[in-house]
């Protein structure tokens, strides 16, 4: 089945403590992209990668890194993460095509306290 | 700036009758619209996409209309299920300064379908 997998789903965590949300995806898609998605906003991209070793700044991408060493996997890395870093957060991966088409995972809801 | 604005916020329907759900948007170069369904606590998936030669699309029970002067998008649901209950997002993509394709989302509209 082609989807995106994220994980972990649920994570709570403290203020400083360095954590992983790894993405991945089996459509041999070249283009990923993270989102947070907060309360009343719309989902805002973070950063994104257009193929292996090639990411870029997305709208809000302060306290957040990426890395993209394989094509299928877009980790993305909170070095210190604050309070105001809780959100949901979406990983995508894009199609190509006339459409373009993008394939959202199902979400990490991370709280840090 | 970019923007995309959705209305209403929330609408709440009963079971079986039609809704529709409004998007505006000021997204210049415009590329492609897309509208998206959000399950609670679920990834957003794709209903339609229309270009700016497309005037209306279907999927199922859902259609979506785009009047490109106007800046305008509409998402009609027939025959509402239970299942319809989600968010409904709009979309509008534009291409950068730098020649790749960027999203801009709007805030959802919350739809209740009650039985």
Known sequence: EAQVTQNPRYLITVTGKKLTVTC???MNHEYMSWYRQDPGLGLRQIYYSMNVEVTDKGDVPEGYKVSRKEKRNFPLILESPSPNQTSLYFCASNGGGSYNEQFFGPGTRLTVL | ????????????????????????????????????????????????????????????????????????????????????SASYICVVSYSSNFGNEKLTFGTGTRLTIIP
């Open chain 1, 24 to 26: 991945s995806q089996n």
């Open chain 2, 1 to 84: 700036k970019n923007q995309v604005e959705q209305s209403p916020q929330s609408l709440i329907i009963l079971e079986g009758k039609n809704c529709t759900l409004q998007c505006n948007y000021t997204v210049s170069p415009f590329s492609n619209l897309r509208w998206y369904k959000q399950d609670t606590g679920r990834g957003p998936v794709s209903l339609t996409i229309m270009t700016f030669s497309e005037n209306t699309k279907s999927n199922g029970r859902y259609t979506a209309t785009l009047d490109a002067d106007t800046k305008q998008s509409s998402l009609h649901i027939t025959a509402s299920q239970l299942s319809d």
